[in-house]
């Protein structure tokens, strides 16, 4: 409930623990017969990193981070 309005948010029902503890659930659809999925092609450097780059590089401001040297 909505304590500034009185109205019903949401309306909760009793969980019957007993049939979740069976075990069964819904069938999902058959996996089959769904449309293939096509491999993943890199297209190279993802696009908000390329964004925040450029938008680094045009600030004018040295990088935020500086590799430190290997000891």
Same mark, same amino acid.
């Given at each position: 409930?909505?304590?500034?309005?009185? @109205?019903?948010?949401? =309306? &909760?029902? +009793?969980?019957d623990?007993?049939?979740? *503890?069976?075990?069964? #659930?819904?069938?999902?659809?058959?996996? @089959?017969?769904?449309? =293939? &999925?096509? +491999?993943?092609?890199?297209?190279?450097m *993802?696009?908000?990193? #390329?964004q925040?780059?450029?938008?680094?590089?045009?600030?004018?401001?040295?990088?935020?981070?500086?590799?430190?040297?290997?000891?």
């Amino acid at each position: 409930m909505d304590e500034r309005t009185g @109205a019903s948010l949401c =309306p &909760l029902y +009793p969980l019957d623990k007993s049939k979740n *503890a069976h075990g069964e #659930r819904r069938r999902l659809a058959d996996c @089959a017969q769904t449309t =293939p &999925l096509t +491999p993943f092609t890199p297209t190279g450097m *993802a696009p908000l990193l #390329r964004q925040l780059i450029h938008e680094q590089t045009a600030s004018g401001l040295p990088p935020a981070y500086v590799l430190k040297e290997s000891e």
